[in-house]
């Protein structure tokens, strides 16, 4: 358990360093599971039932959840309104699984978060993917009660499928862009993202950034991030 909390503690330490909030990945992200922070129920809040509203590059995200499994099992809709139409759909499940404290209204959590989601932008921009991160938080103060800070570390991996695309000139004028579906390909890829979560009483202020390099996905870019309101229910 003390190895536990080292660790914890060495990834708050981490997330204080300007240059870790921006962490390369390794191959491709479809962003298809790309919707809000980590739900608090991966950070040791104990009420699993949740609405949020949140906003993300441009994106305008809503979500709620319910209390499962000792954890929270949440429903997404999104939409990106620089590319119409657009519509990004999902689920996830998040659960603390070892919380430990380690001084007097400080504790260190480890959870885990699993999304899936299915992403469609017009001509066809059709997306599908499996995210699975595992956040590594310190928290001051009581998630559950009347006021709490925590910042965590998200090592993630994620596995999709998406279109891909050869890009040619069109023929209509010199400067017209234009792209020929490829047909759908298998992509993956893993890396860290950072966050925050500032509560009083059940709303909460949730902050996540991350960065994706050499994505594919036109909606996807470098240094994302996603801020989201977000008010507990439940006991």
Do not use: W
Request: glycine residues 16%; proline residues 3%; aromatic residues 8%.
């Amino acid at each position: 358990m003390l190895r536990i909390c080292r660790l914890s503690i060495s990834a708050g330490i981490i997330l204080l360093a300007p240059t870790s909030s921006f962490a390369q990945i390794t191959g491709t992200s479809t962003g298809a599971a790309i919707f809000a922070p980590v739900d608090a129920s991966a950070l040791g809040v104990t009420r699993g039932a949740s609405m949020a509203l949140g906003v993300g590059g441009s994106l305008l995200m809503g979500a709620g959840g319910v209390g499962f499994a000792g954890g929270a099992l949440r429903g997404f809709l999104s939409s990106n309104f620089e590319h119409s139409p657009s519509l990004d759909i999902g689920a996830a499940f998040s659960r603390t699984f070892v919380r430990q404290q380690l001084l007097s209204g400080v504790q260190t959590s480890i959870g885990g978060q699993a999304v899936a989601g299915y992403l469609h932008e017009g001509y066809p921009r059709n997306a599908a993917a499996l995210n699975l991160t595992i956040p590594l938080a310190l928290t001051l103060g009581d998630g559950n009660g009347a006021a709490s800070l925590a910042v965590y570390a998200a090592p993630y991996g994620e596995v999709g499928m998406l279109h891909r695309y050869n890009f040619v000139r069109c023929t209509s004028s010199p400067t017209c862009p234009y792209f020929r579906v490829r047909g759908m390909g298998a992509v993956a890829s893993s890396g860290l993202g950072a966050g925050t979560r500032m509560s009083v009483g059940r709303f909460a202020i949730e902050l996540m950034v991350r960065d994706f390099v050499g994505r594919e996905f036109r909606r996807q870019y470098g240094g994302e991030g996603e801020l989201a309101l977000t008010y507990r229910l439940g006991k």
